[in-house]
């Protein structure tokens, strides 16, 4: 592995601000690793032609020569994930529908980052349209884990999780409806935020029903995802959820002697998990202890089968309206993996009495965690319940012994966060005795992102994950 690659994201920034090192020798440093290891794992696909990468290199690095700035990413790859919209670059949603397909405009989170003076090299794999965590499509094909390239990354960005634990990128991007930014974090070993609901603004055709999916930020140290969180983040009004409250100019570094933990496990038995990940779960509790943190069982004071229920609900009403256009003409029909197919045909069994039923559901969830959050600062789950499996298995039909009734029902740990809309961090906790990675979610109150991630940090400084790394 070469120096420029091995730089966490910040370091990298500040030697290209100081010009100790060009951006075409960024560049370079990127392209060589992405030819040595994108061939084995495919996290990056749509990649951009290499001179014109160059090109945009040496631009940057001749506005550097004349005091030009443009922001901390300036020269830095980046690779937006494949439901991304990006102006001039291949989007394809994972999709044959949309194999050609090259948007006009950047997405918002895009046009943040490339106004902070990121390189757009390409975009990174993802499940057709970001459905399922697991990475495979039929566009591209599947994406190996980091630790094993014979396992699943997860997803819906796992190619984005794959990268960056592989060096191929500094930092990346991700969206989370169903824990597309958690559950590919903890399977390669990185970090991953999902951000409190309009934290990152998004301008979808649909302005005020969407608040399950998000976009947020994945990088190997907490420092680095802070970063680009702060990029991505902030109220805009093409986005009239977005959230106008801003994260604050506290560092990360903070005492957390007086903070108490709740440890939500299995939801009282709820949920079943593959052995070994509660007790990794508990080592890394423990651990939390020594840095003076109370951690204590915790009831969530909620049905988790009404949580699950609800979560069906919503979720294909949302799926069901957006990808409808594809399932209505046969022939695109045709062309659709049967999970999308099933998400189109529930919604439309689905009437406007069970919407509302799902939403009240969903407004007494969101007053229970308030509940738990009067005598909690931060709630724990596992940020999956299987560890990375075989990348030809399209998902988990059993757990534990337990039959998983629909193809998404296996992370079902991740819906919490996403119903409350409460920010939740993946942290790296370990690996199972095969080697494959596990991570753990901390979950905070109702816009208190930057709480977690002052967690999220002093874990990293006390936990030697970070420091591991899957190839030389």
């Known amino acids: 592995m070469t120096e420029v690659v091995a730089l966490d994201a910040l370091s990298l920034s ?7 090192i060009s951006c075409r020798e960024v560049m370079r440093a990127y392209l060589d690793r992405i030819s040595s290891l994108n061939p084995v794992f495919n996290a990056i696909v749509s990649l951009e032609p290499e001179d014109r990468l160059l090109e945009q290199a040496d631009r940057h690095d001749a506005l550097l020569a004349r005091g030009e700035y443009l922001g901390w990413m300036h020269g830095m790859p980046q690779a937006p994930k494949d439901v991304a919209m990006t102006r001039g670059i291949r ?3 994972g999709s044959p529908l949309l194999k050609n397909f090259v948007p006009q405009e950047d997405s918002l ?3 943040r980052v490339r106004a902070a003076g990121a390189i757009l090299i390409g975009k990174t794999n993802v499940p057709e349209f970001a459905l399922g965590s697991q990475t495979y499509n039929k566009v591209f094909g599947a994406t190996g884990n980091a630790w094993n390239d014979l396992k699943t990354a997860g997803g819906s960005s796992g190619g984005a999780a794959a990268a960056l634990a592989l060096r191929m990128l500094p930092v990346a991007d991700g969206s989370d409806m169903m824990g597309s930014l958690r559950n590919p974090a903890a399977f390669n070993n990185v970090y991953g935020l999902r951000p409190s609901r309009g934290r990152v603004p998004s301008a979808l055709p649909d302005l005020f029903c969407q608040q399950l999916a998000t976009d947020g930020p994945m990088a190997r140290h907490v420092a680095d995802l802070a970063m680009l969180l702060r990029t991505q983040s902030g109220f805009d009004q093409r986005a009239p959820l977005s959230s106008r409250s801003g994260l604050g100019d506290e560092g990360l570094e903070r005492d957390f002697g007086a903070c108490r933990i709740g440890w939500l496990g299995d939801l009282q038995g709820h ?3 593959e052995a070994g990940i509660l007790s990794l779960c508990e080592d890394a509790l423990k651990n939390l202890s020594l840095l003076g943190l109370e951690v204590e069982s915790a009831k969530l004071g909620f049905s988790p089968a009404r949580m699950w229920e609800s979560w069906g609900v919503w979720r294909q009403l949302l799926l069901g309206g957006s990808l409808s256009i594809h399932y209505d003409d046969p022939v695109r029909r045709a062309h659709l993996k049967p ?7 529930q919604s439309r069994t689905t009437s406007a009495a069970a919407l509302y039923r799902a939403s009240i559901a969903r407004s007494d ?11 909690f600062d931060f709630l724990v789950l596992p940020s999956a319940q299987v560890f990375p499996f075989d990348i030809a298995t399209h998902w988990p039909a059993r757990i534990a012994g337990r039959a998983m009734d629909t193809y998404h029902r296996w992370m079902e740990v991740t819906v919490l966060p996403t119903l409350t809309g409460c920010p939740a961090l993946n942290i790296p906790i370990g690996f199972n005795p095969e080697g494959l990675p596990m991570g753990m979610q901390i979950i905070g109150k109702p816009d208190a992102d930057w709480q977690v ?17 899957p190839q030389s």
């Open 14 to 20: 500040r030697a290209i601000r100081l010009r100790q």
């Open 91 to 93: 989007t394809t949603f």
């Open 109 to 111: 989170a895009v046009a």
């Open 271 to 273: 949920l079943p998990f």
């Open 339 to 345: 999970e999308v197919c099933w998400e189109i045909e």
């Open 365 to 375: 969830l969101y007053r229970a965690v308030l509940d738990l959050f009067e005598n």
């Open 453 to 469: 991630l002052q967690l999220g940090h002093a874990w990293e400084q006390a936990s030697p994950w970070s420091a591991m790394s």
